[in-house]
């Protein structure tokens, strides 16, 4: 197993690397000259080419490139002589409008879209996976057709208007919810906290539960079908044992699979659900630097996207190992 | 799907091993057409489609082009909020209008089916072109070919896509949008297609009628052509129905982010993103795009999964 996760390591810098590079020739290379967007308007010639200068615009694209990776991992320094300033690894620059440090931004707002990920994660698996088990058991009863037509909606509802249709009946008509405000903590008001985040929560989970309780429904039903499960009925096994020993781990590997994929996957969706409640985390930050194109912060956000994917896809990897013997035996 | 339109095409239960029936075209329209659901979302579709077709031709029939302002169907003294209940729909707007600038919903919702479902289909169209190909040389040929072709794929697949086309799609000019949005959907669309299709095609080449059409000296183009491409006939058509609405989805996504189709162009998507500052005064405003887009979303989900279970009687109906 130990060199079969090396080359699967190996293989995900290789994956970031990759990743690095494509984000910095799309923004160094296609996009407009940041220069400029700093600049502002009322600008002059000179001042921009100082602005060239200190960000190392004007070298050409491997220099910059190499910049960049030095940046990450080592530290690097904008500018020269004393008004040089000292960039810390991983250093992923300065914000174009701000002038504040990337990482810092990103660090102060990643607890609000944490808050919100792992919410919607818990909900998400807890309906997913009880309701696709509960359809697989009822099989063609009304609780399996309710369970498997809210899933078809809920698959093809947009995240974005099933926000606006909560906010709207719940928040204005009815008013049993308050806007969500995400700057109240978990300790100074957790019911505060807690009727703030369930709208993102629901939000967010929604799509994914259904998607799950189909994929569950669908893979528990063909693991009933299996020939062992039907020796161990015909031994006379009690049917909860048979539900729970036989049935629900291997039906459980495919799930975690997507699991492992779609959490890292988060970012995305927070982005959406984060912009219109009005969550302050790095969803929204990336779409406020997307409205004004900022382009360090969006760069950054890319990444840690990217991170998340490569690391979600190892652990869904070892995790597939311990769950599915016949996996550790074919390596 | 839920998230602005994941791409990812889910393939549940048999797609993944083994190639669907050749799908007799005539015997999968009738047995479509006799499942309700099928039918009733195969119905919405045309109507869309013809929608798009027609949009031109509808939005004069309703009387307004989808950029003109009616200042007479907005309240100036309340910030432009549309003037009569169900925000401003009756004889004259059909379904209302636009706060603020009084543009006639009716005309842009059907614009905007136009914008969508030609950015879909386009998108859809070469991707699935792509996708066979790539996932057939990678099947048939083996060897360097194959490494080279599924390593680019785990590499686009791994990538955090829609997170990227985010960064690319706000980085580039917006001009020409559209055509941007259909090539960037298809860059991280192809693998999921490819990936099947190699998997059918590794399956299928190891068939007794292939090997029978390969001894009797067919060149490795013909085996491709006249023996595995109609075997994967079913398989191309439930993953390519699968597929439109991710598109469909992806871009309403985009567009609501505001790097999608650019205005005055409407979209859907971009109408619930204009509708998130009205949303308290004039609900009709995001209800309707919304519907509209939860429809067609919906229809093309049912329809693939009918799709599948009428091209695979084993699977596990739903």
Not at chain 1, 230 to 245: F, I, Q, S
């Amino acid at each position: 197993m130990i060199p079969y996760l090396l080359r699967r390591s190996g293989a995900s810098v290789l994956v970031l690397f990759g990743i690095t590079l494509l984000t910095f020739v799309v923004f160094f290379a296609l996009s407009p000259d940041p220069a400029v967007t700093i600049c502002g308007k009322t600008c002059t010639p000179d001042r921009i080419e100082t602005i060239r200068g200190v960000l190392g615009l004007d070298q050409p694209f491997l220099t910059q490139y190499g910049h960049f990776l030095q940046g990450l991992f080592v530290g690097r320094r904008y500018g020269v002589g004393e008004n040089a300033v000292q960039c810390a690894a991983p250093c992923l620059g300065f914000s174009f409008q701000t002038n504040q440090p990337v990482l810092q931004m990103i660090a102060a707002r990643l607890p609000q879209t944490v808050t919100v990920a792992v919410g919607a994660a818990v909900l998400w698996l807890l309906v997913g996976v009880s309701g696709g088990l509960l359809g697989a058991i009822k099989r063609g009863t009304v609780w399996d057709k309710g369970a498997m037509l809210t899933a078809l909606g809920g698959i093809s509802l947009p995240n974005y208007f099933l926000a606006l249709l909560l906010q709207y009946v719940l928040v204005v008509r009815l008013q049993v919810l308050p806007f969500p405000d995400s700057s109240i903590g978990l300790t100074q008001d957790p019911v505060g906290w807690f009727e703030s985040y369930l709208m993102p929560w629901i939000v967010l989970a929604f799509g994914y539960a259904s998607l799950y309780l189909r994929l569950t429904r669908d893979t528990v039903l063909d693991t009933l079908s299996e020939n062992y499960v039907r020796t161990g009925r015909a031994k006379g096994l009690p049917r909860g044992l048979l539900l729970r020993r036989y049935a629900l781990r291997p039906s459980m590997a495919p799930v975690v699979t997507l699991f492992g994929m779609d959490f890292a996957g988060l970012l995305a969706g927070a982005l959406i659900a984060e912009t219109v409640f009005g969550i302050n985390g790095v969803g929204k930050l990336a779409a406020d630097s997307i409205a004004t194109n900022d382009q360090p912060v969006i760069m950054a956000v890319t990444l840690l996207a990217a991170l998340l994917v490569v690391v979600g896809n190892m652990v869904v990897d070892v995790v597939y190992t311990l769950l599915d013997p016949r996996v550790r035996i074919s390596q | 799907m839920a998230t602005p339109g994941v791409l990812i095409v889910e393939t549940q239960g048999a797609t993944d091993r083994t190639p669907l029936a050749a799908a007799p075209r005539r015997g999968v329209l009738r047995a479509l057409l006799r499942r309700p659901a099928a039918a009733l979302s195969l119905g919405c579709i045309l109507v869309l489609v013809l929608m798009a077709v027609f949009a031109p031709v509808l939005s004069s029939l309703g009387g307004w082009s989808p950029y003109a302002f009616d200042p007479k169907a907005i309240d100036a003294d309340l910030g432009g909020v549309p003037l009569g209940p169900l925000g401003g729909a009756g004889a004259r707007h059909w379904f209302g209008v636009e706060p603020q600038s009084g543009r006639d919903i009716f005309a842009r919702i059907v614009t905007g089916a136009r914008v969508s479902i030609t950015i879909a289909v386009l998108a859809t169209a070469l991707t699935t072109a792509i996708g066979v190909l790539m996932g057939m040389v990678a099947g048939y040929l083996g060897g360097v070919a194959d490494q080279v072709i599924s390593r680019l794929m785990d590499f686009l697949m791994a990538f955090p896509a829609l997170i990227f086309m985010i960064a690319l799609l706000s980085a580039l000019p917006a001009g020409q949008r559209q055509y941007l949005l259909v090539v960037v959907l298809t860059f991280f669309g192809w693998p999921y297609t490819a990936r099947i299709v190699r998997g059918q095609t590794l399956a299928l080449k190891a068939r007794d009628f292939v090997e029978a059409a390969r001894s009797s000296g067919a060149s490795d183009g013909a085996v491709v052509l006249r023996e595995i491409l109609p075997n994967l006939r079913g398989t191309i058509l439930v993953l390519s129905t699968m597929s439109v609405p991710g598109f469909i989805g992806t871009e309403a996504g985009l567009s609501f982010l505001g790097i999608g189709v650019v205005p005055p162009t409407p979209s859907w998507g971009q109408m619930i993103a204009a509708s998130v500052s009205w949303y308290t005064v004039d609900p009709w405003y995001f209800v309707i795009p919304g519907l509209f887009l939860f429809v067609t979303v919906l229809s093309f989900t049912v329809l693939g999964d009918h799709l599948k279970s009428v091209l695979d009687p084993g699977g596990n109906p739903s």
